[in-house]
């Protein structure tokens, strides 16, 4: 009797040729006198437990299972004759299949299966994450460019994640490079229009970029209701301030106030606008609510002296 083995696209196929005519699988019931028994090893040769070796016989519309031992052995007996297919599936390893033509009362060789390690699978947003965490550390250390390539690293392989845009734009930023902000804040607008924290930084970096009535139309498409962190108007305010705009600030910082009157920070820049603007008895005011609020916040020794100062 001869028994021939070859590979054909990564599947193990036995072929027996029996002396006699093989007979219809057609309709016949999967328990026999078969047997089929064999060995999984990992690519070094060790022997591999709890492989999953599940046989079908589609024709009878049956399925037999077993597992291997500590030794890597399996075996399944009282099949029926026909061609059976043979998966060898086990976490961590890559999933081999086989048929195997099985006649009854005649040997079948062990079949010795080598199963490869599964390439490691992973989460992308665990890999995105970590990216993340990454770039923050980066970002606080003001190394701009280095957590730049990292965000731009991730938006290349997970394009969909267009949340990175504003980041990017951030690092930017943080190197002065306001155009370069300008262009990766528009681009996170495109993808999400009514990003209310991406429009007002968008505002906030065309004022400081000297775009003064761009800015202002960007943040005034933003309703008050939608803002939610008392930072962002500050922060448009002292741009202003710095550029000499002390009355324009102060219509940003009044809001602030309106919005978030517990925040202290409104109060010392709102000071600050009204000295610009020769307002010495509102600048009063400010400097002691401000020192009411926050008296152990940095500004404090400056709000005190501006105090003094102040007749």
Do not use: C
């Not at 024709?59 to 061609?83: F, L, M, Q, Y």
């Not at 992308?124 to 923050?136: C, D, F, T």
């Not at 943080?174 to 996170?188: F, P, T, V, W």
């Not at 209310?196 to 009535?213: H, M, P, S, T």
Request: hydrophobic residues 45%.
């Amino acid at each position: 009797m001869d028994a021939r083995v070859w590979r054909r696209t990564g599947t193990l196929v036995v072929a027996l040729a029996l002396a006699a005519g093989t007979l219809s699988a057609m309709g016949q019931a999967w328990k026999g006198m078969g047997r089929m028994a064999g060995k999984v090893v990992d690519e070094g040769g060790t022997p591999i437990e709890g492989v999953v070796v599940e046989g079908s016989l589609p024709v009878a519309d049956a399925r037999v299972e077993a597992k291997t031992n500590k030794k890597g052995e399996w075996s399944i007996g009282g099949v029926a004759r026909g061609d059976w297919q043979i998966e060898f599936a086990k976490d961590g390893y890559e999933t081999f299949q086989a048929m195997v033509s099985i006649a009854e009362l005649t040997r079948l060789p062990p079949m010795n299966v080598t199963l490869k390690k599964a390439a490691p699978v992973i989460d992308p947003n665990v890999e995105i994450r970590e990216g993340l965490e990454k770039a923050a550390a980066l970002m606080q250390q003001k190394q701009f460019s280095a957590a730049r390539a990292i965000y731009e690293d991730l938006l290349a392989r997970f394009p969909q994640v267009y949340q990175l845009y504003p980041l990017i734009a951030r690092t930017y930023y943080g190197e002065g490079q306001l155009d370069k902000s300008i262009e990766h804040l528009r681009l996170a607008l495109e993808r999400d229009a009514q990003n209310v924290e991406v429009r007002l930084l968008l505002g906030n970096v065309l004022i400081e970029k000297g775009d003064a009535d761009a800015g202002r139309e960007v943040i005034a498409s933003v309703a008050d209701t939608q803002i939610k962190d008392p930072t962002t108007l500050l922060n448009v305010a002292i741009g202003l301030i710095n550029q000499g705009k002390g009355a324009e600030a102060a219509a940003y910082l009044e809001k602030n106030v309106a919005l978030f009157p517990d925040y202290p920070d409104s109060y010392y820049y709102r000071a600050l606008t009204h000295l610009q603007l020769g307002n010495t008895e509102k600048a009063k005011a400010d400097f002691a609510q401000f020192l009411k609020m926050a008296p152990e916040a940095p500004e404090a020794p400056m709000a005190r002296k501006a105090l003094e100062q102040i007749k």
